[in-house]
């Protein structure tokens, strides 16, 4: 998978928040196989050195060996995003930025319009934006008209767990955009979310709390890398198309007439 | 002179924004820095004069999904 003109061997991102303990979160990044991690930006409180707070952080991301997508989460302005991911570009030392432009606190959907507007702004910048998005063809339209190379639509509300909530709308974005990569972000609960995902030929899933709120989530961590693997494979294999009467699979002709009766 | 820092008001003496990371004992931290919403590069810091009721942020690397 390319994303940006970087080759990124894995279909799963996740994000490090929530986790019990920074070791197990380093146990699960290493257990999911995934190529690329999230992380933000947070206040850092004074008299905060190289070894400690965010700092600390930053150390255990980097021995992870994973590739680096800041966020610019909770921000609720395109001003705000675009101040964050500046911040972010210089801390973290990437111009891939996850753009999050959040328009209502209670569902944390985008708000589609200043996150055209931030996307536009940093595009021009040389920044290589992940937006996170609805479904909405058009947004996404204006999104890749301002410049984003990767679209990362919501499966469901960030935190829920509710898997993909819209099917239809995510297949009919999937076949209107087929070159572009779909990364869905959000919303997924369960590695079978993941897998159906995957079956429907989106490029890859980015998750955070169904691993870090697993009861373990270093095993939850394997068993999303397993499904985002077998969902791929599915998809390149070539999924069956669905039918809504029986059919039998094991062959008529040559079946025995042994006279015993039974409905025709 | 009184500023704020991330939503706090201190008092310091500093007058640049890298004398106020110092005096406040953020040195060596891998930051970035914001004034009155504005993103201030490192290299910027030092040349960059604060004024009383300024704004500041300082942000450090942290989870996120």
Known sequence: MRLYDIEVASRLLLGTAQYPSPKILTEAIAASGCGVVTASLRREGPGSGAATGGAGFWSLLKASGARMLPNTAGCHSACEAVTTAHMAREVFGTSWIKLEVIGNADTLQPDPFALVEAARILCSEGFEVFPYTTEDLIVAERLLEAGCQVLMPWGAPIGSGRGLRHVDALASMRGHFPGVPLIIDAGIGAPSQAAQAMEMGFDAVLLNTAVARAGDPVAMARAFGKAVDAGRTAFEAGLMPPRDMAVPSTPILGMADLGLGGPA | ?65
């Open chain 2, 1 to 65: 002179m009184r500023i704020d820092l991330n939503g706090t008001t201190f008092t310091v003496v500093a007058q640049s924004l890298a004398e106020m990371l110092i005096e406040l004992g953020f040195d060596g931290g891998t930051i970035a820095t914001a004034v009155n919403g504005i993103f201030v590069p490192a290299a910027a810091r030092a040349g960059t004069r604060l004024h009383a009721g300024d704004r500041i942020e300082v942000l450090a690397p942290m989870q996120g999904g």
